[in-house]
């Protein structure tokens, strides 16, 4: 009797404990980071190919608007983004706004960062216009807003950054902040990949490798084509997928694919509107050219102002 007693007791113990640790899953707080990667990856895994396309998460991006403070630039460096921005240049204004928010220089100021970087995007600068979306895309709480940071990656987006034209076909293509528009993801993708943008190159290939997933014409041989441009520029991964997208081509097909990608040369991007912060850094850290003190000569056969 003692026997049964003692096992109805454990049995009772267990479902206590049971419960309790049941209860205590439900009370843990979700983390915020944890939320967009499972924000992401549902939506990457949501297309019916079961193919992912590369697809930044926010808490990638974060790393860009993250402040690490470290005394990395000069004093006279810095003097000089001053003197610029306050004459509303706007390559200083960004990047005295990016050494804001990142700490470059030793110190951290946010409101100082978002005051300058909004400036120079007011001023049609697409590195801060793409910044601002980044920093919208992965604030936290009542400050992050998906709508706005499309808002900001067109904005950059048609003023030439190619990061920016990446980040909003992305942005379309997941409908994320916008109404999902796979047509206007695929032409940003192609936009950005005919600069040269690997990971373009591969959403167009797995776009056009699903077809009728993201409401195109499938085009395997189109899929492959963008492939081996990727694999041409050094992207490892996209080696696998050029390859099983050779099995699916004969022997014409592959030799077409292959002549237009070896073909294929990457336009040039506007390097004001990819402009980085250390480029920029670098311009307004060299020393100004000194004045010549040389009187200018005439030509020896110029005509002698009348009297």
Partial sequence: MDGWRSAEIFIRLLTVAGIFIAAAVVAIPHSPANDENSESDAAAASDNSGAKLR?????????????????????????QLETAAAHKDAQAQYAL????????????????????????AAANFPPAQYLLGVMAETARGPDRSLAEAAAW??????????????????????????????????EWFAAAAEYGDTDSQVNLGLMYQAGEDYGIEASVATAYYWFTIAVQLGDADAFDLRQSAALDLDSDELEDANQRANAWRAESEDTKANADFDSIVEKFAAPPEPLSTTEPTAPADAETPAS
């Fill in 55 to 79: 697809l930044r998460k926010a808490p990638d991006l974060a790393e860009l608007v993250l402040c690490h403070p470290h005394d990395d630039l000069a004093a006279d460096t810095l003097e």
């Fill in 153 to 186: 990656y067109k904005l950059a987006a048609l003023g030439g950054n190619v990061l920016a034209m990446r980040r909003l076909g992305g942005m379309l293509v997941r409908g994320h902040g916008v109404d999902r528009d796979d047509h206007d993801a695929l």
């Fill in 97 to 120: 706004g990016v050494a804001f928010l990142a700490g470059r220089g030793g110190r951290c100021d946010a409101d100082r960062a978002d005051d300058l970087l909004r400036a120079s």
